[in-house]
């Protein structure tokens, strides 16, 4: 099946550094993939969508200069996190919308931040 | 855009008994309906999708409905298992593009 890989799984940065989160699509193509933060306990929210070869959509509140995506392949989406701060820290995850047989997201396994 | 409620937020039962929650959506248009498990620390893994043109799919212990005409899905899990502990999203397209994902619900499955 869709495989959608995300590294790191976990990262711990100081405050005022920034993180780069990567996600990949192992076995399909993925002309778009989907940024979400989820806070502890809560659901997932879209951040972002990702478009390959064009600027990222982002959702209303979340600061495109702040959370920077990059699309740069068909099966590749990175999404740093700039000047990061402890407001910041959260679960991340990065989904890929499989173009066929059906409308089904495949997630990457999610990278815990936490800025100290 | 898409709206989806999610009941009950938590759910307990006994090893063994069945786990129904809930999911309500408000665009008619939609079509497609995934619910997905996700563990402590992990990301969402689909359990189990339905699409509009079909009322039922079942899956060994898991089953989804849809009731197209009072927009809602269920998912249905009998003989629960411990392993069965976690948190449950259902989804609904948002146009068509990306999804809005309910609010979760926490099942603990007790031995």
């Known amino acids: 099946g869709a495989v959608v890989s995300q590294h790191p799984s976990w990262v711990i940065c100081k405050s005022g550094t920034s993180v780069k989160i990567e996600c990949r699509s192992l076995d399909f193509q993925a002309t778009t993939m989907f940024w979400y933060r989820q806070f502890p306990k809560q659901s997932l929210m879209l951040m972002a969508t990702?478009?390959?070869?064009?600027?990222?959509?982002?959702e209303q509140g979340v600061e495109k200069d702040k959370f920077l995506i990059n699309h740069a392949s068909l099966t590749l989406s990175t999404l740093t996190v700039t000047s990061a701060h402890p407001e910041d820290s959260s679960f991340y995850i990065c989904?890929?919308?499989?173009?066929?047989?059906?409308?089904?997201?495949?997630f990457g396994s999610g990278t815990r931040l936490t800025v100290v | 855009g898409e709206n989806v409620e999610q009941h009950p937020s938590t759910l307990s039962v006994q090893e063994g008994d069945s786990a129904v929650i809930k999911c309500t959506y408000s665009d008619s248009a939609s079509n497609y309906f995934p619910w997905y498990k996700q563990e402590l620390g992990k990301g969402p893994q689909l359990i189990i999708d339905?699409?509009?043109?079909?009322g039922e799919k079942k899956d060994q212990r898991i089953a989804v409905t849809l009731n197209k005409t009072a927009k809602h899905f269920s998912l249905h899990i009998t003989e629960t298992q411990p392993e069965d502990s976690a948190v449950y999203f259902c989804a609904a397209p948002n146009y068509g593009q990306n999804f809005v994902f309910g609010p979760g619900t926490r099942l603990s499955v007790l031995p």
């Open positions: 339905i699409r509009s043109n079909v």
């Open positions: 989904s890929a919308r499989q173009a066929s047989p059906g409308y089904g997201y495949t």
């Open positions: 990702s478009n390959e070869g064009s600027k990222a959509t982002y």
